[in-house]
């Protein structure tokens, strides 16, 4: 979709070091990505600041977000610089058509209207706070009221800001359910200036998702390369827009978050594969279980062997008494109770017996079913995840 239609503007593109906030914004952005719910890219300095794409049961929806700092921290925003709306006017038809065209809301609006339907919402997010007749005209619009003089200004003078992108005057209502779609982040902690801010939300967020208690030095290892990954996708012009000169130019996805994080993509693919809606975290954990006990190759194929034991699991669960399932969990969870005292890294030769004891007792319990060393094993590292998150 985003190919399909010229983007306002690209000369942002070209000039990366005056937005370094709109570079911590699309960062910060860009994690909810590990989050493996329904945020799936982010683009670029495209369109505008930032581009968030939503994925759902009937396809995608864009965020659009213009991301606006002001020095002056006492400062608050009026309706002339945000909307072009002059507030002391008392002859509302006195209003300006072009300046609201042209406001920075006005240029949020137009997204409502380019992509209809694909549009999910557009954000203005700033490290400050607005005036009063501003919040009173965004309160007017949430609550659906629109009775505020200036909601009636937006909703009379809609079709004239943008004759060109709309083919079939838009009726109230539908001009009504566009100006909806306005949404506000104010006094945004990591816009503020200096890297306070920033850091600890972002290696908050890292950990939340991915599981992954970083020292300070790989904090800023990682935040500064997702950073020089934002710039990268944020500069040049895009020649040709296509699918895919938009994914390689301005696009982030999880494949570029998990190189930024050294997690095995090849684990997170077995793992999403085998229905775990937690893989991110699940491939950092038992990835770096491994690598503490010197053994980072066998990352794939333990996640394979874990991806096993849950599809057994799930296969089993109706089929096998429980009492029997608690059992045999019970058993691997001891077992890997015993494997971790006195620290939490996993080497896998040392493994070899007790899941060959393991196997033998049960296969002598009668409780082996259909059972073996490897789904053993995946049962360790389903049990090891399971006590991490």
């Known amino acids: 979709m985003l190919e399909t239609k010229k983007p306002r503007e690209q000369s942002g593109r070209d000039s990366f070091s005056r937005y370094r906030a709109q570079v911590r914004s699309a960062a910060i952005a860009s994690l909810s990505i590990l989050e493996g719910d329904d945020v799936d890219r982010v683009y670029c300095d495209l369109h505008d600041d930032f581009v968030v794409r939503k994925k759902n049961s009937s396809g995608y929806s864009y965020v659009f977000y213009q991301v606006k700092t002001m020095g002056k921290k006492n400062h608050n925003w009026t309706l002339n610089e945000l909307f072009g709306l002059r507030g002391t006017l008392k002859d509302q038809n006195q209003q300006s058509t072009d300046k ?46 629109f009775q505020n003089k200036f909601s009636e200004v937006l909703i009379n003078r809609f079709n004239n800001c943008f004759p060109d992108e709309i083919v079939t005057e838009l009726s109230p209502d539908e001009i009504k359910e566009r100006l909806s779609k306005l949404k506000f982040e104010t006094d945004v902690q990591y816009l503020k200036n200096g890297d306070d801010n920033f850091e600890p939300l972002a290696r908050d967020k890292i950990y939340k998702f991915s599981e992954v208690d970083l020292l300070h030095t790989e904090s800023k290892e990682i935040l500064m390369k997702l950073l020089e990954l934002v710039e990268r996708k944020s500069s040049g012009v895009i020649a040709e827009l296509t699918s895919e000169s938009i994914e390689e130019f301005a696009g982030i996805s999880i494949d570029d978050l998990l190189s930024i994080l050294s997690i095995s993509k090849d684990a997170y693919d077995n793992l999403l594969k085998g229905g775990d809606n937690k893989a991110i975290k699940s491939a950092s954990i038992i990835q770096r279980t491994l690598t503490t006990a010197g053994g980072s190759e066998e990352v794939e194929y333990c996640s394979r062997c874990k991806t096993n034991w849950d599809l057994w699991l799930r296969k089993n669960r109706h089929v096998i008494l429980e009492f029997e399932l608690q059992s045999i969990t019970s058993q691997i969870k001891q077992l890997l109770n015993d494997l971790t005292q006195g620290g939490n890294s996993i080497n896998l030769v040392k493994l070899s017996k007790p899941i060959k004891d393991l196997v033998r007792e049960l296969t002598e319990e009668d409780q082996i079913y259909d059972l073996n060393h490897e789904l053993i094993l995946g049962g360790i590292f389903a049990e090891l995840v399971k006590g991490k998150s």
């Open 100 to 145: 609201i065209k042209n406001s920075f809301i006005g240029k949020l609006l137009l997204h409502t209207v380019v992509f209809d339907q694909y549009c999910n919402s557009v954000v203005f997010q700033t490290n400050i706070h607005n005036a009063n007749d501003v919040e009173n005209l965004l309160t007017d619009i949430e609550d659906g009221e």
